[in-house]
């Protein structure tokens, strides 16, 4: 570890330096280095990865991303979850958490003309960070926001940095037809950016696809993949080694990997975040993850391990 940044092998160890809910159930955390140095700098949409006591999980960060000197990250309390959040809404000012480097999957598009940005709930966060640097450069935007009334996260800050420029809905029909004639009357090079529960996002993209959008110009983010079916079973061959692992139906190609004594780093396991991605040397990948793009999926050089499996009997793998 450096002691004087707070780098570490494994990423930063941050303290945290303040707590407040910003909406029921939604703690927001500011972290910073133990010395008050800068952080490294991040494009809106970014997440970091949180370790959670004896899980990780992924937090949008909500600030523009120019040199910053504490990151911000909010958090909804879900008791039961697959995630940290219970754990990091009982933490306390000047605890130290271990946090990954920024990692982008959400950028604004360079070419776009205009932007379009639609949250459901707690998907507001990573809307935070692009509306931030929308105002810092200039960039073109509105932003659609749902919510459960009184329960909106980041609303005041919301409406001083948007103004009208946003449009809030308590409820996801009335979102939705909102978003679907946006979507219609939008001028041509026009992104969307969507982030929220998976029914709006499957929502907004019907819309888009609808009124012609090509899948380029729209970029989804998902807390979670839909329950999967327990798929066929298939045997994988490690290229470096040559060992080969079978994969039952119900078991996923990453726990399979664990058993036999080939860890792969992961996060969600739930095909969302696209860390234990691993290259295919041979055979057909049956995408189910929500990560690779469709021209990712055509390639069939990589898969998501957590969650995806093989169209064949046999997928050989670059391990």
Same mark, same amino acid.
């Given at each position: 570890?450096?002691?004087?940044?707070?780098?570490?092998?494994?990423?930063?160890?941050?303290?945290?330096?303040?707590?407040?809910?910003?909406?029921?159930?939604?703690?927001?955390?500011?972290?910073?280095?133990?010395?008050?140095?800068?952080?490294?700098?991040?494009?809106?949409?970014?997440?970091?990865?949180?370790?959670?006591?004896?899980?990780?999980?992924?937090?949008?960060?909500?600030?523009?991303?120019?040199?910053?000197?504490?990151?911000?990250?909010?958090?909804?309390?879900?008791?039961?979850?697959?995630?940290?959040?219970? %754990?990091?809404?009982?933490?306390?000012?000047?605890?130290?958490?271990?946090?990954?480097?920024?990692?982008?999957? %959400?950028?604004?598009?360079?070419?776009?003309?205009?932007?379009?940005?639609?949250?459901?709930?707690?998907?507001?966060?990573?809307?935070?960070?692009?509306?931030?640097?929308?105002?810092?450069?200039?960039?073109? %935007?509105?932003?659609?926001?749902?919510?459960?009334?009184?329960?909106?996260?980041?609303?005041?800050?919301?409406?001083?940095?948007?103004?009208?420029?946003?449009?809030?809905?308590?409820?996801?029909?009335?979102?939705?037809?909102?978003?679907?004639?946006?979507?219609?009357?939008?001028?041509?090079?026009?992104?969307?950016?969507?982030?929220?529960?998976?029914?709006?996002?499957?929502?907004?993209?019907?819309?888009?696809?609808?009124?012609?959008?090509?899948?380029?110009?729209?970029?989804?983010?998902? %807390?979670?993949?839909?329950?999967?079916?327990?798929?066929?079973?298939?045997?994988?061959?490690?290229?470096?080694?040559?060992?080969?692992?079978?994969?039952?139906?119900?078991?996923?190609?990453?726990?399979?990997?664990?058993?036999?004594?080939?860890?792969?780093?992961?996060?969600?396991?739930?095909?969302?975040?696209?860390?234990?991605?691993?290259?295919?040397?041979?055979?057909?990948?049956?995408?189910?993850?929500?990560?690779?793009?469709?021209?990712?999926?055509?390639?069939?050089?990589?898969?998501?391990?957590?969650?995806?499996?093989?169209?064949?009997?046999?997928?050989?793998?670059?391990?």
């Amino acid at each position: 570890m450096n002691e004087r940044d707070g780098r570490t092998d494994e990423g930063l160890l941050l303290r945290v330096a303040g707590a407040e809910h910003v909406a029921a159930d939604i703690r927001m955390l500011r972290l910073r280095r133990a010395d008050g140095g800068g952080l490294p700098p991040f494009v809106p949409g970014s997440h970091v990865v949180v370790d959670c006591g004896d899980r990780r999980n992924a937090y949008s960060l909500t600030g523009d991303g120019i040199e910053p000197e504490e990151y911000t990250i909010s958090v909804l309390r879900c008791p039961g979850g697959d995630g940290g959040s219970v %754990f990091l809404h009982g933490i306390e000012v000047g605890d130290v958490l271990r946090v990954s480097g920024p990692r982008s999957a %959400f950028p604004p598009a360079a070419s776009a003309h205009h932007h379009l940005l639609v949250a459901g709930g707690i998907g507001i966060t990573p809307m935070l960070s692009h509306v931030r640097a929308a105002r810092q450069w200039g960039r073109s %935007f509105r932003l659609y926001y749902a919510h459960r009334p009184g329960a909106g996260a980041h609303v005041a800050e919301l409406r001083r940095l948007c103004g009208d420029r946003l449009r809030e809905y308590t409820g996801r029909a009335d979102l939705t037809r909102a978003v679907r004639a946006e979507l219609r009357a939008s001028p041509l090079g026009t992104h969307l950016y969507a982030c929220g529960p998976g029914e709006m996002l499957d929502d907004v993209r019907a819309g888009a696809a609808e009124a012609g959008w090509l899948a380029d110009r729209v970029h989804v983010e998902r %807390f979670s993949a839909a329950e999967l079916d327990p798929g066929a079973p298939f045997t994988v061959t490690l290229a470096r080694s040559g060992t080969r692992v079978s994969v039952p139906s119900g078991v996923s190609l990453l726990e399979a990997l664990e058993k036999a004594g080939t860890p792969v780093p992961n996060m969600c396991r739930q095909g969302v975040c696209g860390e234990c991605r691993v290259s295919v040397v041979r055979g057909r990948p049956l995408h189910r993850d929500l990560y690779l793009s469709e021209a990712e999926r055509a390639a069939a050089d990589t898969v998501m391990c957590c969650v995806s499996r093989c169209l064949d009997q046999e997928l050989e793998l670059d391990l």
